[in-house]
T-cell receptor, first 114, second 109 residues
Framework: ETGVTQSPTHLIKTRGQQVTLRCSSQ?????VSWYQQALGQGPQFIFQ???????GRGNFPPRFSGLQFPNYSSELNVNALELDDSALYLC?????????????FGPGTRLTVT | EDKVVQSPLSLVVHEGDTVTLNCSYE??????LLWYKQEKKAPTFLFML????IEKKSGRLSSILDKKELFSILNITATQTGDSAIYLC?????????FGTGTSLTVIP
């Protein structure tokens, strides 16, 4: 059974640029959630995708967008990068959406915006 | 405003001590409360709690939820240096997940 993987591991971008982060969910999982974790803080929920549809969204502006593909892998896109977007971006997959399902986290992508 | 508050923020103990980590929450449409351990990057799952008063146990770790008083505790007995990590509490409300800032635990040999 393959765990959750994310790419790239690290990324450096300039303010105003756009970035795409990728996540492959664990085998058998159809739900992916994305989180932003700033240094010294807990993860902040960005959004969740369930069977290719957005299933919930946190308090993030529209320049944070996502996709989920038929194989349940997912992308997080961030446009017009700001310095405050520098953080660890985590994705987590689960067998389904809703209560009662554990989330398994990937190793994260460290994004630095200069 | 939905929120999850963890206490203490940090804790330093000696090997063999018992610790209790606290998580209180105010989250609309509560569905579940989860505990994670974060050592370097990816948080690793410890427990999921959905019902009040039922203790979940795994080795030296245990956790319980009180849905009336809106809190949970995570107990670690006979702590080891390998328990040093940040412990995160998360609450699922509706279709969102709310994390606390975590408790940083350091276990000294």
């Amino acid at each position: 059974e393959t765990g959750v993987t994310q790419s790239p591991t690290h990324l450096i971008k300039t303010r105003g640029q756009q970035v795409t982060l990728r996540c492959s969910s664990q085998s058998g999982h159809n739900t992916v959630s994305w989180y932003q974790q700033a240094l010294g803080q807990g993860p902040q929920f960005i959004f969740q995708y369930y069977r290719e549809e957005e299933n919930g969204r946190g308090n993030f502006p529209p320049r944070f967008s996502g996709l989920q593909f038929p194989n349940y892998s997912s992308e997080l896109n961030v446009n017009a990068l700001e310095l405050d977007d520098s953080a660890l971006y985590l994705c987590a997959s689960s067998p389904s959406a809703g209560a009662g399902y554990e989330q398994y986290f990937g190793p994260g992508t460290r994004l630095t915006v200069t | 405003e939905d929120k999850v508050v963890q206490s203490p923020l940090s804790l330093v103990v000696h090997e063999g001590d018992t610790v209790t980590l606290n998580c209180s929450y105010e989250v609309t449409n509560f569905r579940s409360l989860l505990w994670y351990k974060q050592e370097k990057k990816a948080p690793t799952f410890l427990f999921m709690l959905t019902s009040s008063g039922i203790e979940k146990k795994s080795g030296r770790l245990s956790s319980i939820l009180d849905k009336k008083e809106l809190f949970s505790i995570l107990n670690i007995t006979a702590t080891q240096t390998g328990d040093s990590a940040i412990y995160l509490c998360a609450v699922e409300g509706g279709n969102q997940f709310y994390f606390g800032t975590g408790t940083s635990l350091t276990v000294i040999p």
